[in-house]
């Protein structure tokens, strides 16, 4: 299978690459720069905004799948600059759609649980979006451009955690960090999700880019927690002191655009759709991610 990875130089992506390495697919994995390192499947310097550039390379590799992963999705950055996140998750999502259209390619579009204002979790896959961010706004509008094509899918992505394989650490290593020197870190204990780390997901999208199904899917993990438990629960498989782990709450950080107090989803496809890739617990997922840390029991 010929598969096109757009966002290949992010967190997620980094980790599709990795995984894609001994398959037996053949990548172009696309990226807004090169890689600052090496890697099996270097990355494409393909601007999402440059139309041209993208149906020439679509053009000339003709996937049988998309795997859309590029977006602006800090929702800071989002607002910072609407114009722009709206050229790239919107206008860049429709160039997408408009040649799988065409072409029968299939797209795999990942979307994001903020599509949901949080206030009527749990979320089913047939749920209705109703963002209160603009970066939701964005994705929701994604959504419908993807699921108007008959070869679309929308995947649903919640908050991803483990550790950076690109050259940006996220919050999860940020934490590490700190709490490994000292510092005392605070979560939210009042923002829900259904995390998952990054590992599985990316095992799970090439699995839902390798199935024919469309619609959308819920890639949420096993178990609805709070930011707070899920460091905790990371520090507690990694032997790190737990005093130095806090809670605070939404209302102690407010900002100019409302964070959904809930956006916890019930993921009810994937497991048909992928059932060789089971989606760990916290504890599991952090014994695959750092083996070299972990405390031996007993």
Known sequence: M??????????????????????????????????????????RPVDLCDHATVRSALEAFRPDVILHLAAISKPALVLADPAEAWRVNVEGTRILCDWCRVSGCRLVFTSTDMVFDGNHAPYREDAQPAPANEYGRTKGQGEQLVLAIPTGMVVRIPLLYGPTRCNRPSFYDHSLNALDTGQRQLFFEDEYRTPLDLQTAARLLIGLSESQAVGTVHLGGPERMSRLELMKRVARKLGIDERLIGGNRLNDHPGIEPRPADTTMISERISELVPGVPRPTVEQAVAQMHPQRLIPEG
């Open 2 to 43: 010929r598969i096109i990875l757009t966002g290949g130089g992010g967190q997620l992506g980094t980790y599709v690459r990795d995984e894609l390495i001994n398959s037996s697919h053949t990548l172009e994995a696309w990226g807004r720069s090169p890689d600052s390192g090496t890697h099996p499947f270097a990355l």
